[in-house]
C-alpha cells in the first residue's frame, strides 16, 4: 500500500465534453502521482470501515 490524498476532480475528456462529467476520485502520492481510482460510472464501489480507527478502504480500479 502506498500513502498519499485523494481528490474529487473531474476527467479532461470528460471536462471537454459539453463541459460536464461526473467527478472522479484520484487518488496521488509523491512517489506515484495521481491516478483516478473510482469514476462514479455507478453509484456504489466496495468499501471497508475498521469500527476501531474509522479508516474507510474503498475498492478502485486495479492499475494496468
Known amino acids: 500500500m502506498i500513502r498519499g ?3 474529487l476532480g ?3 475528456p470528460g471536462a471537454l465534453i459539453a463541459g460536464l462529467a461526473l467527478p ?4 496521488g502520492s509523491p512517489d506515484s502521482g495521481s491516478v483516478s481510482v473510482l469514476d462514479w460510472a455507478s453509484d456504489e464501489s466496495a468499501a471497508h470501515r475498521c469500527t476501531e480507527c474509522g ?3 474503498l475498492q478502485g ?3 494496468s
Open 61 to 63: 480500479k486495479r492499475d
Open 24 to 27: 472522479h476520485l484520484y487518488f
Open 5 to 7: 490524498s485523494v481528490h
Open 10 to 12: 473531474q476527467s479532461l
Open 55 to 57: 479508516v474507510v478502504v
